[in-house]
């Protein structure tokens, strides 16, 4: 690379009390350049990507911008800078538009000092003709797509003339298309000089949108290199510093008799005439396109949602309809979407939420036994290899995939004949993966009837026995695990296939 990178760290350290988040560090980001930030959870990414944003100050080493040393002491420094972060989940404000969110409190003025809303609206749309995509700049925030608050971000952090644009986890829960969209972004924003940290545990996209990676390893620097002489098994080899083995165990077990079956259940306006059934031992995957109705299914065999035709057998028995009271005590279970909103509650300890699903056993007289509660939290974090300080510790200090092994936890301590995960490891680095999917098919080996929901065609692939592909609210393929391909699932989750 020619001068001096735009953005750079030199041997940072960072420890919050005993943990040391990032141990001697470097990173340097060039203009034109879009560099990839790779890593297990814990390895040190978030800790690193607020050092350069200004929210921490590094105990040692240096930040260095355009080759000369820097302090910032908030993130207000480091935007006035030229750096700016773009999170998964936008922060705008919902009643403003898109033109006012992004000049909010650097309106134009009118001769009269008066914010001149025109200029305003013109110069977003400049700024979207820029970033070469469509975004009505009087739009309220409240009713955009996380892609377009996406999009409105990064038309904020240029029209700052940002230089530098770190991008934490931008991909997670945008669809396909809007992916492709945003690398357009990405891709425009390099040809106009910005240099772009890009993080993402989804390896195909560093390989195809970045130029180079940096892995960090347990806070520590492991290496910064060009993406193009690397393998996928190189990166992750680099990432857990050992030789990972499958990423998709799965174990050859023999189905057994039918333990969910689904009969022409409708809901109207979200899905019609859905029927399918899982055995015993067997993972059928739920697969196809966002907005396909998957998750509102699994919503409804679990009682969430009510549905308005049709029926659900657990073990050959029915089931009421909008009572996931009742599809507990029949044996099923359901691992949400969001771990965050939907299956963790953030304000209790690891060991709380492991209990919640199973009070009633962990009563003793009038109270809930504690050591039970302690007990039933300990060893289900030693069957899942939790990772944690203490079972008393908030469930928010833990990695994603922590979190995601303590919802796993809560609802496999009820004995489920029937466990339905809805994006098992949406969000989770590549090894915590590995250890999901090695348990997934142990509990299909012990007889579990396992219904998956996953937009990871490779998971699909890689761990159903059965793949069910659905489009527009009607499954329109059954494909056994022998047939199973990348585009005979895409041609039936697009509506190509009968």
Known sequence: MSGPPALALANVSKSFGAVRALREVSLELFAGEAHALAGENGAGKSTLVKTLAGVHRPDSGQVLLNGEPVVFHNPADAQRAGVAVIYQEPTLFPDLSVAENIFMGRQPRTSLRRIDRRAMRARSAELFARLGVTVDPEQPARGLSIA???LVEIAKAISRDARVLIMDEPTAALSGNEVARLFSVVEALRGQ?????????????IFSLCQRVTTLRD???????????????DLIRRMVGRELGALYPKQDTEAGEVALRVERLTREGVFTDVSFEVRRGEIVALAGLVGAGRSEVARAVFGIDRWDAGAVHVDGRPLPAASPTAAMAAGLALVPEDRRQQGLVMELSIERNIGLT????LRRGLTISRAAERDRARDWAVRLRLKFAGLGDGVGVLSGGNQQKVVLAKWLATGPSVLIVDEPTRGIDVGTKAEVHRLLSELA???IAVLMISSDLPEVLGMA??????????????IPRAEATEESVMSAATGRAA
């Not at 000089?193 to 390896?203: D, K, N, Q, T």
């Not at 199973?358 to 056993?361: D, P």
């Open 148 to 150: 377009d608050q996406q």
């Open 445 to 447: 080996g012990q007889g």
């Open 219 to 233: 806070g520590a620097w492991i290496a910064s290199e060009p993406v193009g002489g690397l393998t996928h098994d």
């Open 465 to 478: 026995d059965r793949v069910l592909v659905m489009h527009e609210g009607r499954i329109t393929a059954e």
């Open 193 to 205: 000089g910005c240099a772009v940290l890009f993080i993402s545990h989804r390896l195909d996209e």
């Open 358 to 361: 199973g009070l009633r056993s």
